[in-house]
């Protein structure tokens, strides 16, 4: 069983910056792909971003320009830093991460960005 842990959300104010923060129990290399996804109250869980094994990053539309993923392999964590926050960027975010048949997730962190 993989276990993802995760830190960093928050309150922040409108365009503050957050960086979350996960670290799966296994190697960052052993998966296809990690990635952050985010539901908000109401709504059904979304990609945020994600970043493959092989290849290029992508992120959802709503967040491209403000939000960043990047991998760490000495730290084994993957990280997102989330510049110029939004109201509506308000939701709990969880990380995923991916083998051929398996996908694992963590347990959310809560991101507010209210005033």
């Known amino acids: 069983q993989v276990h993802l842990v995760e830190s960093g959300g928050g309150l922040v104010q409108p365009g503050g910056s957050l960086r979350l923060s996960c670290t799966p129990s296994?190697?960052?290399?052993?998966?296809?792909?990690m990635g952050w996804y985010r539901q908000a109250p109401g709504k059904q869980r979304e990609l945020v971003a994600e970043?493959?094994?092989?290849?290029?990053?992508r992120y959802a539309d709503s967040v491209r320009g403000r939000f960043t993923i990047s991998r760490d392999d000495a730290q084994n964590t993957l990280y997102l830093q989330m510049n110029s926050l939004k109201p509506e960027d308000t939701a709990v975010y969880f990380c995923?991460?991916?083998?051929?048949?398996?996908?694992?997730w963590g347990q959310g962190t809560q991101v507010t960005v209210s005033s």
């Open positions: 995923n991460a991916q083998r051929v048949g398996d996908a694992y």
């Open positions: 970043k493959p094994a092989t290849g290029s990053s």
């Open positions: 296994d190697s960052v290399f052993s998966f296809n792909a």
